[in-house]
């Protein structure tokens, strides 16, 4: 799972725009990933209080 957050924080940076899954609307990435619980790749999103999967988000906007 490390390996999994480090990739997604070399390649996307914090604000981008992603789909996810469950949701038909656009989000926008508010912090890098991280594993939640030293586990759980994870990511948190603006407008949201809680933790996505990142299995769950793919981006929708350009590379940093």
């Not at 038909?24 to 912090?31: K, M, P, W």
Request: net charge positive; glycine share 6%.
């Amino acid at each position: 799972m490390t390996e999994k957050v480090a990739a997604w924080n070399n390649t996307w940076s914090v604000g981008i725009r992603v789909s996810c899954k469950n949701h038909s609307e656009i989000l926008t990435t508010r912090t890098q990933a991280m594993l939640l619980f030293g586990r759980k790749a994870t990511i948190y999103m603006q407008g949201y209080k809680g933790y996505f999967d990142l299995a769950d988000v793919k981006p929708v906007s350009e590379k940093k």
